[in-house]
């Protein structure tokens, strides 16, 4: 072999056909899940100012939200409330009531479009007036056991509503197992547990908490629940206590600066990995492209594929419907 060079990787890459036939990773609509906010009203759209293009929607326009992203080809929805402040309550009761915001938003959507998953964040920031995920003591800390308690009841509840995925993001020790041990008890064999397992205390949370109107009531952090984003051992931990609980898929949060625990996760324990491209993260890109950075649709798409090839089985993304629509183009 005399040739040089000996091998030539840039002959696969060097037609249209080529790159499609050689392409390692696969990005499709069915990777995707949509987060969606609710808020109170008919005929409401509330846009988010730190979340340009991402508006809260009232149960009806959810519901059209619903048939936009089942046309597009997406399998599912995540949904968080924006619980009035006069029903936030020291103790998040109203997460407790089978009439809340986010029942009748997963009865409408189930209702409509029967045939598009619906996921729900298990977690009390949205119902309580200090804006914690859980019940607090006297000194500020946010109680483990009471709250893991609440957070079964919440599950339960949005489970009789109809959810199909329950989503366990308060970072409580213990809370995936009772929450487990609850629905078989009531029969609800097929409701699936996506666990927050991996959820890192996060600079790229903010946007979202407008989003659910917690950013002005929280006090202090989450650093004594979520994770210290310094840690990626303790992420396998917790993935490993999640599956042996009862968990049937496990996601990474935030998304892009953490594809090295999505990889890690993976190749551990080889079962479905999802990440999150929280908020923050959509803002950058957003910003970004209107800054003249770079093509939206180009880090749009990119960075989705990134997920993939770390590992995802998919990814929940603001971005879902523009980048399912890019992708069915
Ligand atoms: C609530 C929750 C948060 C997010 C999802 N569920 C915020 C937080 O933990 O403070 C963040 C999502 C995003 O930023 O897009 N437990």
Known sequence: MSHYP????????SSAWSRRLHAET???????????????????????ASLP????WSVDGIVARAKDAAAAGIPC????????????????????????????????????????????????????AHGHDGLVDAAGYVLNDETAEILVGQALNQARAG?????????????????????????????QIMAYAAKYASAFYGPF?????????????????????ANAE?????????????????????????LDIVRRVKERFEVPVFAYQVSGEYAMIEAAAAAGAGDRDALVLETLMAFKRAGCSGVLTYHALHAARLMGA
């Open 163 to 191: 959810a199909d995925v329950i989503a366990p993001s308060d970072m409580m020790d213990g809370r995936v197992g009772l929450i487990r041990e609850a629905l078989e008890d009531e029969g609800f064999v097929n409701v």
């Open 6 to 13: 000996a091998l030539r990787l840039r002959r696969t890459r």
């Open 53 to 56: 293009g991402v508006s809260r």
């Open 234 to 258: 303790e992420a396998l931990r917790e993935v490993a206590l999640d599956l042996d609980e009862g968990a049937d898929s496990v996601m990474v949060k935030p998304g892009l600066p953490y």
């Open 209 to 229: 908490r407008d989003a659910v109107g917690s950013r002005g009531l929280l006090k202090g952090d989450k650093k004594t629940y979520q994770m210290d984003p």
């Open 77 to 128: 929805l995540a949904l968080f409330p924006n619980t009035p402040v006069e029903l936030r309550t020291e103790d998040g009761g109203e997460a407790l009531n089978p009439d809340n915001l986010m029942c009748r938003a997963i009865r409408a959507i189930k209702d409509a479009v029967p045939e598009i998953g619906v996921l729900t964040d298990v977690a009390l920031d949205p119902y309580t």
């Open 26 to 48: 696969l990005l499709t609509p069915a990777d995707l899940i949509w987060p969606l906010f609710v808020t109170e009203g008919e005929g409401v759209e509330e846009p988010i």
